[in-house]
């Protein structure tokens, strides 16, 4: 994800509020003029609006990990790694199919040798088809044999979710062929939900601290992201 280059929205928000609030307190005489004006602005600096937006998705987005913060950050059985009491939760969303979530997995797996303090915990949100449904059933019957991340691992080295991909993955975690249980079945709908309620626009979808990051942002953005939660508590 490339930096931004744009003017930071909270310079133009704080003045465009201001001037909002004087058109209240002004009354009727300013309406016209200033309505004029904050049209004319917004036509001619139009990239203030994507800011905007991206403002208050990202607020949202914050309020909605707030409130479900306990059921995002607590997994299933184990599909979790590094440290039981870390005092930063890393949250991924992925789907075995997506190329973004197998690029995304070294960085991961970095982050946790580099820190000790460092939890991870994997919600499988397959949205990618039928293959990456059979993946998902696979990989949580293997969180529920304590067998997680040598699935998870052994899967993304296999390639895309297949039949055959997933059975040499459970053949290298030492696992039989899985069942579709109500357990796993209420797993990844409860993983649906929790993807709507954040914003979730596909995958991956990383949850740290307040943050929510969208798509294969890199090491460097996780760290980042990471250390800001550590120093927000």
């Not at 184990?78 to 995304?104: H, I, K, M, N, Q």
């Not at 939890?119 to 998902?136: C, I, K, N």
Request: proline share 6%; glycine share 8%; hydrophobic share 45%.
């Amino acid at each position: 994800m490339e930096p931004s280059s744009r003017r930071p929205a909270g310079t133009w928000l704080t003045g465009l509020a201001a001037l909002l609030l004087g058109i209240v307190i002004g009354g009727g005489a300013m309406l016209a003029a200033n309505g004029y004006f904050v049209r004319s602005y917004l036509l001619a600096h139009p990239e203030v609006l994507p800011e905007a937006m991206d403002r208050l998705r990202d607020r949202e987005a914050s309020a909605a990990v707030s409130a479900n913060r306990a059921a995002i950050e607590t997994p299933f059985r184990g599909a979790w790694a590094g440290a039981a009491d870390g005092d930063v939760t890393l949250v991924e969303f992925f789907d075995y199919a997506c190329p973004y979530c197998r690029a995304s997995n070294p960085d991961v797996a970095r982050l946790l040798r580099e820190d000790r303090r460092l939890r991870v915990v994997w919600r499988d949100y397959p949205v990618l088809g039928p293959d990456s449904e059979q993946a998902a059933v696979a990989s949580l019957a293997a969180a529920g044999a304590g067998r997680y991340r040598q699935f998870h691992d052994a899967l993304y080295a296999a390639g895309r979710p297949s039949a055959s991909t997933i059975a040499a993955a459970r053949q290298a975690a030492g696992l039989p062929e899985p069942a579709l249980t109500d357990e796993i079945r209420r797993e990844v709908q409860r993983n649906y939900e929790l993807a709507r309620a954040i914003g979730a626009t596909g995958t991956p979808t990383f949850v740290i601290g307040n943050q929510v990051l969208q798509g294969a942002v890199g090491y460097d953005a996780l760290k980042a992201a990471i250390a800001e939660a550590r120093s927000a508590r």
